[in-house]
Nanobody
Framework: VHLIESGGGLVQPGDSLRLSCAAS????????MAWFRQAPGRDREFIAS????????SYADSMKGRFTISRDKAENTVYLQILSLKPEDTGIYYC????????????WGRGTQVIVSS
């Protein structure tokens, strides 16, 4: 499984951003895709997940409202839309994948960095 994130960069507070995760290496039927982030000096935290088949989403409570996860099955891509970016959104954003039968995410991309600063 190969996961390649893109779309990060330096943005200003209040901006919006869409991150992409190109997934390859297998078919993702019955898999779950997710986004995590790691802020400087902090542990990696879960943002949201989406099931490949039905597109069912799940969000961390603290991430509800400004974050939207989606997937495009035809493009084999998972997206994370972030609205009204704040400086505390600064960090490395990682894409992850697991089969629906697995408990933990064992497939990770290398991450894309987002810096929110004026």
């Amino acid at each position: 499984v190969h996961l390649i994130e893109s779309g990060g960069g330096l943005v200003q507070p209040g901006d919006s951003l869409r991150l992409s995760c190109a997934a390859s290496g297998r078919t993702f039927t019955n898999w779950v895709m997710a986004w995590f982030r790691q802020a400087p000096g902090r542990d990696r935290e879960f943002i949201a997940s989406v099931t490949w088949n039905l597109g069912t989403t799940s969000y961390a409570d603290s991430m509800k409202g400004r974050f939207t996860i989606s997937r495009d099955k035809a493009e084999n891509t998972v997206y994370l839309q972030i609205l009204s970016l704040k400086p505390e959104d600064t960090g490395i954003y990682y894409c992850a994948a697991r089969s629906s039968a697995a408990r933990d995410f064992s497939n990770w991309g290398r991450g894309t960095q987002v810096i929110v600063s004026s």
